[in-house]
């Protein structure tokens, strides 16, 4: 099992680029997730899917987009690349919700000048 | 609006000894609490958890102790070792959010040989 995968590893954008990070896991988990991480602020959710086709907001949603069209992939979208997106972006899923082990892949760092 | 604060951001510790980190939270709504473990360029890891019908959960050297009165935990890890030199970050949830895992800022342990 190669557990939860990211792609990219590393990115820079510049501003106005578009991108989209691809979130792929094998353990059959229904639920997946994107955070992003800033120093001093800890992880934060951005989107979330409780299963293949579904998607929802979590705290910071604004520039971002994100797709689940086939159960082990989770896709996070951007539009137009802003320099405040510039962070570290982490997936993770999880078989059944938030009382279970979340599994973290090993993060996408991206810079946008 | 932080609702879960790790107000120490650094903490160092020696080889064998206690150490012990702080985690405050501000939504009384919150039932379930988690501690995540992250080392440099990996994602984070699942380490210990807590319901609110508990107000201590041990698994091995970790502890975590919830005081729901003060709204605030704590994970002890004893004996300390250099391989837990990592960033911890506490998380808190209610049940049904579908999985909102709101995250501290997280503090970064040097337990020193």
């Known amino acids: 099992n190669a557990g939860v995968t990211q792609t990219p590893k590393f990115r820079v954008l510049k501003t106005g680029q578009s991108m989209t990070l691809l979130c792929a896991q094998d353990?059959?988990?229904?639920?997946m997730y994107w955070y992003r991480q800033d120093p001093g602020m800890g992880l934060r959710l951005i989107h979330y899917?409780?299963?293949?086709?579904?998607?929802a907001k979590g705290e910071v949603p604004d520039g971002y987009n994100v797709s689940r069209l086939k159960k082990q992939n989770f896709l996070l979208g951007l539009e137009s690349a802003a320099p405040s997106q510039t962070s570290v972006y982490f997936c993770?899923?999880?078989?059944?919700?938030?009382?279970?082990?979340?599994?973290f892949g090993p993060g996408t760092r991206l810079t946008v000048l | 609006d932080q609702q879960v604060k790790q107000n120490s951001p650094s903490l160092s510790v020696q080889e064998g000894r206690i150490s012990i980190l702080n985690c405050d939270y501000t939504?009384?709504?919150?039932?379930?609490f988690l501690w995540y473990k992250k080392y440099p360029a990996e994602g984070p890891t699942f380490l210990i958890s807590?319901?609110?019908?508990?107000d201590k959960n041990e698994d091995g050297r970790f502890t975590v102790f919830l005081n729901k009165s003060a709204k605030h935990l704590s994970l002890h890890i004893v004996p300390s070792q250099p391989g837990d030199s990592a960033v911890y970050f506490c998380?808190?949830?209610?049940?049904?959010?579908?999985?909102?895992?709101?995250f501290g800022q997280g503090t970064e342990l040097s337990v020193k040989p």
């Open positions: 993770a899923s999880s078989y059944l919700g938030p009382l279970d082990t979340q599994y």
């Open positions: 353990m059959n988990h229904e639920y």
């Open positions: 899917s409780v299963g293949e086709g579904t998607t």
């Open positions: 939504n009384s709504m919150f039932d379930y």
């Open positions: 807590i319901s609110s019908i508990k």
């Open positions: 998380a808190a949830t209610r049940g049904g959010q579908g999985g909102k895992l709101i």
